[in-house]
């Protein structure tokens, strides 16, 4: 099983920056998919999530941390086994290693992170 990020890197504080997490390894269209970020000194926190297939209409459903709302947006490729974070005007605060995370039950996956700097 592997989850791979990518897409980070330093960015002005307004910029913008697009995470790329690829899955493999297991079901990814079922997964339920989430962004987590730690920043330094701080506990990981969670970011975002996307719900997977689950038979019913909620595939798809995205929930956000009330600091980002409006700001990222999280979305999925289940034909690239891929889930993206969008994230536009970006703030200082919002600088952190992010993470990518697949609830596939009944294990949970992480990936290994990528490093979002946002300064000016």
């Known amino acids: 099983v592997q989850l791979v990020e990518s897409g980070g890197g330093l960015v002005q504080p307004g910029g913008s920056l697009r995470l790329s997490c690829a899955g493999s390894?297991?079901?990814?269209?079922?997964?339920?998919m989430r962004w987590y970020r730690q920043a330094p000194g701080a506990e990981r926190e969670w970011v975002a999530q996307?719900?997977?297939?689950?038979?019913?209409?909620?595939?798809?459903?995205?929930t956000y941390k009330d600091s980002v709302k409006g700001r990222f947006t999280i979305s999925r490729d289940n034909a690239k086994n891929t889930v993206y974070l969008q994230m536009n005007n970006l703030k200082p605060e919002d600088t952190a290693v992010y993470y990518c995370?697949?609830?596939?039950?009944?294990?949970?996956?992480w990936g290994q992170g990528t490093q979002v700097t946002v300064s000016s």
């Open positions: 995370n697949a609830i596939s039950l009944p294990a949970t996956y």
């Open positions: 390894g297991f079901t990814f269209s079922s997964a339920l």
């Open positions: 996307i719900l997977g297939t689950d038979g019913t209409t909620n595939y798809g459903t995205t």
